[in-house]
Antibody, heavy 125, light 109 residues
Framework: EVHLLESGGGLVQPGGSLRLSCAASGFTFSSYAMSWVRQAPGKGLEWVAG????????YYADSVKGRFTISRDNSKNTLYLQMNTLRAEDTAVYYCADLYHLDSDSGSRTKSGFWGQGTLVTVSS | EIVLTQSPGTLSLSPGERASLSCRASQSVSANYLAWYQQKPGQAPRLLIY???TRATGIPDRFSGSGSATDFTLTIGRLEPEDSAVYYCQQYGTSPPWTFGQGTKVEIK
């Protein structure tokens, strides 16, 4: 059974830092590009950051570029999000999710729909 | 950056009716790498469709996706009460950021 378990959320003051983790199990984590997606209270889904299988490069939404860093440790089946210089508008539930993996036959990008349960980050003084 | 615009914002229909949700992209989505999700309150999103038209595992066949390039549609063939939710599209093509649309809320009367 597939599991994505986020941790590391909590209450932090503006300007502070947090590191989120997402522990994956039940699938070949190293074969999946992964994302962090957030949802502010009462708002829609916002893609935050993504990382390809090798972890060589991360990609970011403009709203977090320069403040957040996505990384992965394929030996530990874990995805991370380092969040620095946090702002009130970063308050949200943060989900880790699969972005895509490559179909073994066609080589095309395909999705599996793996999502964690989310972890709440609250930025407030 | 590809901007995804969903319409309508809210759809209010009766059980058994057909729902059509639109997702328009500001530029062509590579290889039609477009997914649809359903989200109910307090839950993580659930993948319905990927590759614009392929149903995810376990998704009922009343959900179907169509379209290509910049115009995509999610159709719910015969609405059931449990289909009340917010639906999002997302592009996952070769051009990050891999953005979401703003969502369409489907209400069942």
């Amino acid at each position: 059974e597939v599991h994505l378990l986020e941790s590391g959320g909590g209450l932090v003051q503006p300007g502070g830092s947090l590191r989120l983790s997402c522990a994956a199990s039940g699938f070949t984590f190293s074969s999946y590009a992964m994302s962090w997606v957030r949802q502010a209270p009462g708002k829609g889904l916002e893609w935050v950051a993504g990382i390809i299988t090798s972890g060589y490069e991360g990609y970011y939404a403009d709203s977090v570029k320069g403040r957040f860093t996505i990384s992965r440790d394929n030996s530990k089946n874990t995805l991370y999000l380092q969040m620095n210089t946090l702002r009130a508008e970063d308050t949200a539930v943060y989900y880790c999710a699969d972005l895509y993996h490559l179909d073994s036959d066609s080589g095309s990008r395909t999705k599996s729909g793996f999502w964690g349960q989310g972890t709440l980050v609250t930025v407030s003084s | 950056e590809i901007v995804l615009t969903q319409s309508p914002g809210t759809l209010s229909l009766s059980p058994g009716e057909r729902a059509s949700l639109s997702c328009r992209a500001s530029q062509s989505v590579s290889a039609n790498y477009l997914a649809w999700y359903q989200q109910k309150p307090g839950q993580a999103p659930r993948l319905l469709i990927y590759g614009a038209s392929t149903r995810a595992t376990g998704i009922p066949d009343r959900f179907s996706g169509s379209g290509s390039a910049t115009d995509f549609t999610l159709t719910i063939g015969r609405l059931e009460p449990e289909d009340s939710a917010v639906y999002y599209c997302q592009q996952y093509g070769t051009s990050p950021p891999w953005t979401f649309g703003q969502g369409t809320k489907v209400e069942i009367k």
